[in-house]
């Protein structure tokens, strides 16, 4: 509270003395502790697109949504906090901290339910690209459709081998363009789940490049690329003012020169 790092969802700072009211968010913000030395920014973002109830950013590879670890200061949101002044903003979606490219953001809570209902109730188109390995594949459409549990370290995902509970990951992926024994590939999710596009992508036999985590853990090594996808594209009607929104992203991916 000294600090003024707690406040309301509405930017109101909070100090020993403030009244309770019922039925409102008090935010914190972490601080990372000086021997964990957070890393410096050597990568930005771009705001793509900013109104009175939405911003829409373009991230960059390696840099977190929210707040983890000792990526506090250089993590998007509270860059795009810093950026702006808008202390309530907040991600209606997620990305992978490897993962480049589109995020939502509500300005302020009013609006936050409304945008969130968009990928919940999956009436927002989403477009990922990805270059990764092409083995031999025989076919250039797969709809990859399962159930996807938590594995083995708990951050890792897995297809579930029992054929019982319905399917709760759904993508349809499109070869592209192939190269040097690469492939481009676009991922249409229709489904959210925790690293779905990259457990999909393994089980076709095309994991991601740059992927360290599936289809198996492996230690990153010197010139390993970032993981090669990039959430693209994002299209919906702006559930406010009714308007078809279109975002694409800037962001590049590592494709072979031929």
Known sequence: MAGHRIVLDDGTILDADSPYRHGVTVLYSK???????????????????WDANIIVADKPHGMVVTPAGNQVERSLL?????????????PVHRLDRETAGIVLFAIHADARAQYHRLFSERIVEREYL??????????????????????EPWYRRRIAES????????????????RSGLGLFRLRPETGK????????????????????YPEIRMKQDGDPPLQLLAYRLWFIDPLSGEPRSFKSAQKLLWPVE
């Open 31 to 49: 601080e990372v502790p000086e021997e964990m030395h957070e890393p410096s920014v050597d990568v930005e973002e771009t705001i793509l697109y």
């Open 78 to 90: 509270v860059r795009l906090q810093n950026h702006t002044g808008l202390t309530a903003l907040a």
């Open 130 to 151: 990805a270059i990764a390995k092409l083995n031999n594949l025989d076919q250039y459409e797969w709809h990859v459709k399962n159930r996807l549990e938590q594995s």
């Open 163 to 178: 054929s019982t509970g319905e399917a709760n990951a759904i993508t349809r992926i499109t070869l592209l363009e192939s």
């Open 194 to 213: 925790k690293h779905q596009l990259r457990v999909h992508m393994a089980s076709i036999g095309s994991p991601i490049t740059g992927d360290l985590l």
